[in-house]
């Protein structure tokens, strides 16, 4: 079993749904990522967690540390967030400096 | 959020030959690079850990003699893929956290094609 495991794999919307990726991890953990991978395959990231909620535009994560859960929402959707979306975790062992990774979510939101 | 050039940001090579990636990080301190290699469809696989002015720190299964990584500079790392095969066709990504903080950020990657 991995780490980090995300739901779903895959998922299609129509422009205008509401979003929710999930995030499920196994360790401790400092902080939590959710990173953005288009095409072209660059990475942005998007927030960087280690606890409650953020908002950032049409984007919300919020996190569970008790429940080792994160979600990332999208709302209003539209077809330029068509990426994959990557769940990263940073251990809470000492001096940990490496980033465990989901394997991604795809979201395709047609028009 | 910081800015991170690589270069080059494609490149097709002969096999035997090798290839040089440049990771620059250009408005803050890159205390700590990692660099990343992903297949398609594939998550980011982890290569290796370097720390300004110190010998890369490999993960399992990477060769430290083919893919050298020298980080010499609080703002330069370079990646050499040496005599490059097809398998190493990849996108390399580099990675630089500043290590005061835990925000990690990602250079646009390089799309390697061995031919």
């Known amino acids: 079993k991995n780490e980090v495991e995300q739901s779903p794999q895959n998922l299609t919307a129509q422009e205008g749904e509401f979003i929710t990726i999930n995030c499920s991890y196994s360790?401790?953990?400092?902080?939590l990522h959710w990173l953005q991978q288009h095409p072209g395959g660059g990475i942005v990231s998007l927030f960087m967690l280690s606890s409650g909620k953020k908002k950032h535009g049409r984007l919300i994560a919020t996190i569970n540390i008790q429940e080792k859960h994160s979600s990332l929402h999208i709302t209003a959707s539209h077809p330029r967030d068509s990426a994959v979306y990557i769940c990263?975790?940073?251990?809470?062992?000492?001096?940990?400096?490496?980033?465990?990774f989901g394997q991604g979510t795809r979201l395709t939101i047609n028009p | 959020g910081a800015v991170v050039s690589q270069h080059p940001s494609w490149v097709i090579c002969k096999s035997g030959t090798s290839v040089k990636i440049e990771c620059r990080s250009l408005?803050?301190?890159?205390?700590?690079m990692f660099w990343y290699r992903q297949f398609p469809k594939q998550s980011l696989m982890l290569m290796a850990t370097s720390n300004e002015g110190s010998k890369a720190t490999y993960e399992q299964g990477v060769e430290k003699d083919k893919f050298l990584i020298n980080h010499a500079s609080l703002t330069l790392s370079t990646l050499t893929v040496t005599s490059a095969h097809p398998e190493d066709s990849s996108f390399y990504i580099c990675s630089p956290t500043s290590g005061a903080s835990y925000e990690q950020y990602f250079g646009p990657g390089t799309r390697l094609t061995v031919t």
């Open positions: 990263a975790v940073r251990s809470k062992i000492q001096g940990a400096q490496k980033l465990v």
């Open positions: 408005d803050f301190q890159a205390t700590t």
């Open positions: 360790v401790g953990i400092s902080a």
